[in-house]
């Protein structure tokens, strides 16, 4: 069965780097775009970052420039590697993946057919 696995992140001091793994399970994986959302209990679900089938990226405002998303499909997995992180990164993130058949867009959360559990990233000042 399909399943998105994240790993990485935890607790990080403002200014400071981590990384984002998502380990996934599903057949065809090179083809699906996959995308980073994340989420707080006080603001709605946000598109972080995706990647394309043919590697090229999208960013939300607040991650370009300090968040790189790449994929290698060698290994089913993707990343998300966070740098100069700030307090208001402080969320879950979450690993999504969405069909080749659909929109690829940060906007289009709902386009995303599988979700992982999530994996929190705690900025500390």
């Known amino acids: 069965q399909v399943r998105l696995v994240e790993s990485g992140g935890g607790s990080v001091q403002a200014g400071g780097s981590t990384r984002l793994s998502c380990a996934a399970s599903?057949?065809?994986?090179?083809?699906?775009?996959m995308g980073w959302f994340r989420q707080t209990p006080e603001r709605e679900r946000e598109g972080v970052a995706l990647?394309?089938?043919?590697?090229?990226?999208t960013y939300a405002d607040s991650a370009l420039g300090r968040f790189t998303i790449s994929r290698d499909n060698a290994k089913n997995t993707l990343y998300l590697q966070m740098n100069s992180v700030k307090p208001d990164d402080t969320a879950r993130y979450y690993c999504a993946a969405a069909a080749p058949l659909s929109l690829c867009t940060l906007r289009g959360a709902s386009y995303f057919t599988y979700w992982g559990q999530g994996a929190q990233v705690t900025v500390s000042t």
């Open positions: 599903i057949p065809g994986y090179s083809v699906y775009c």
């Open positions: 990647i394309r089938r043919d590697h090229s990226t």
